[in-house]
Each structure stands twice: as structure tokens, then as C-alpha cells.
């Protein structure tokens, strides 16, 4: 069993290698590499996107890299594996992104992402720190999480839902927040589960264990 979490220059990828490896010692999944080779990404058996920035340039780079975009839709696509977004990972799998200017995503989930616009001035932008999940639709990478369960953003722009039903769980910032998304073997996170303490591990155990 093999989970790749994809490299195209996104950001500092340590911690979230070090938390997948974690849990997937403690749950036999397997073994877990970051890798920016396409070839890799190709045969893995789960799919990590991480994701750190501007919507804009993580697209181009997933996108620019040699072989690493077509390789991921191959995976996640055409052979049905696993696959994970996290923060702006997540945020690439909507129809369109509007940070800077208009970008298409991977149209996975059906939602936009746009500016986080607090009903609450005295709320800042971005939306940093600690906050509590609210469940919206169970799922078996839930299991064992519950509303109240704290989980770690750091992000200024969210997903705007049109498919409700794809919502999984969101926080409240001055308004409804998505958190999590999900569309058949397709996951997202907005936070960082790999800094989102005992709640966001067991949250990767469950994805190193989920079979769609």
C-alpha cells in the first residue's frame, strides 16, 4: 500500500510527511512518501494534494510540473483511488477559484472559492487559529469525530458551496465556513489536520483506512 503526498512546491510539506507516516505505522497502511515524480503519483494507492498560497499559483504549479497533474487525475480519476486536499488542496478541487483573478479548478466539488467576508468587522482575515468543527454529513473519515472537535486554519479565502450535500463539516467565522468536502472517493480538508492535535490525527488514520 503506498500514499504519496504530492510535491509541486506548494509549501514546507515536513509535518505533514511526519503525521502520515505516523498513522500509517500505527494503522498498517502502508508506506507514505512525498514525491514529485509523475510516474509515482501514477501508481500510488491514495493521493494527497497539500496546498500552500494563492490559488493561482498552486494551480500553476500542480499544473506546470511535468507529468505530476496528468498523473494525479489518472490515480484519483480513471483507477477510483483515495485521494485528499488540504487548505488550498482542498480548495483546488472547486469549479473555480477568485483569489486575484478567475481560475479554473478541477471541478471535483461543486463550489467556489472566495474571500472569507466576516459578518463580524472585529474578526480578522485570515481566519488563524483553532476552531470548532460542526458536522454537517457523517463519513467514515469522520468516524470517531464529533462537533465540538477542534481543528487548525490558517486561510483567507473558503469554498462557497452549491452542492450543499457535498459539505461534510464547516466552522463558524462570522458565518458558515466549509471545512471539509467530499464527492465519491474525493476528500477535502481546509484546515491542517497534521497540526490539528489528536482530532487530526485520527482523522488521517481514518483516510489511510477508507476504502470509497
Same mark, same amino acid.
Given at each position: 500500500?503506498?500514499?504519496?503526498?504530492?510535491?509541486?512546491?506548494?509549501?514546507?510539506?515536513?509535518?505533514?510527511?511526519?503525521?502520515?507516516?505516523?498513522?500509517?505505522?500505527? @494503522?498498517?497502511?502502508?508506506?507514505?512518501?512525498?514525491?514529485?515524480?509523475?510516474? @509515482?503519483?501514477?501508481?500510488?494507492?491514495?493521493?494527497?494534494?497539500?496546498?500552500?498560497?494563492?490559488?493561482?499559483?498552486?494551480?500553476?504549479?500542480?499544473?506546470?510540473?511535468?507529468?505530476?497533474?496528468?498523473?494525479?487525475?489518472?490515480?484519483?480519476?480513471?483507477?477510483?483511488?483515495?485521494?485528499?486536499?488540504?487548505?488550498?488542496?482542498?480548495?483546488?478541487?472547486?469549479? @473555480?477559484?477568485?483569489?486575484?483573478?478567475?481560475?479554473?479548478?478541477?471541478?471535483?466539488?461543486?463550489?467556489?472559492?472566495?474571500?472569507?467576508?466576516?459578518?463580524?468587522?472585529?474578526?480578522?482575515?485570515?481566519?488563524?487559529?483553532?476552531?470548532?468543527?460542526?458536522?454537517?454529513?457523517?463519513?467514515?473519515?469522520?468516524?470517531?469525530?464529533?462537533?465540538?472537535?477542534?481543528?487548525?486554519?490558517?486561510?483567507?479565502?473558503?469554498?462557497?458551496?452549491?452542492?450543499?450535500?457535498?459539505?461534510?463539516?464547516?466552522?463558524?467565522?462570522? &458565518?458558515?465556513? @466549509?471545512?471539509?468536502?467530499?464527492?465519491?472517493?474525493?476528500? &477535502?480538508?481546509?484546515?491542517?489536520?497534521?497540526?490539528?492535535?489528536?482530532?487530526?490525527?485520527?482523522?488521517?488514520?481514518?483516510?489511510?483506512?477508507?476504502?470509497?
Amino acid at each position: 500500500m503506498l500514499t504519496v503526498i504530492i510535491d509541486y512546491e506548494s509549501g514546507n510539506l515536513h509535518s505533514a510527511e511526519k503525521a502520515f507516516q505516523r498513522m500509517a505505522r500505527e @494503522t498498517g497502511a502502508g508506506d507514505v512518501i512525498v514525491t514529485d515524480k509523475a510516474e @509515482t503519483v501514477a501508481r500510488a494507492d491514495r493521493v494527497v494534494l497539500p496546498g500552500d498560497g494563492a490559488f493561482p499559483a498552486c494551480q500553476r504549479a500542480l499544473t506546470g510540473h511535468s507529468g505530476l497533474y496528468e498523473a494525479m487525475i489518472e490515480a484519483v480519476e480513471t483507477r477510483g483511488r483515495p485521494f485528499l486536499g488540504i487548505c488550498v488542496g482542498m480548495q483546488l478541487m472547486a469549479r @473555480t477559484g477568485h483569489e486575484y483573478e478567475e481560475v479554473p479548478g478541477l471541478g471535483w466539488i461543486d463550489g467556489e472559492v472566495s474571500h472569507i467576508s466576516p459578518a463580524d468587522p472585529a474578526l480578522k482575515v485570515p481566519h488563524m487559529g483553532w476552531n470548532d468543527l460542526v458536522i454537517d454529513t457523517p463519513h467514515p473519515v469522520l468516524d470517531g469525530i464529533v462537533t465540538g472537535d477542534h481543528a487548525y486554519f490558517v486561510h483567507s479565502y473558503h469554498m462557497a458551496m452549491h452542492d450543499t450535500a457535498q459539505r461534510l463539516a464547516h466552522v463558524d467565522y462570522g &458565518g458558515d465556513v @466549509t471545512a471539509i468536502v467530499g464527492a465519491g472517493n474525493k476528500l &477535502g480538508f481546509q484546515f491542517h489536520p497534521e497540526k490539528s492535535a489528536d482530532a487530526g490525527l485520527r482523522m488521517i488514520a481514518n483516510f489511510l483506512r477508507w476504502t470509497p
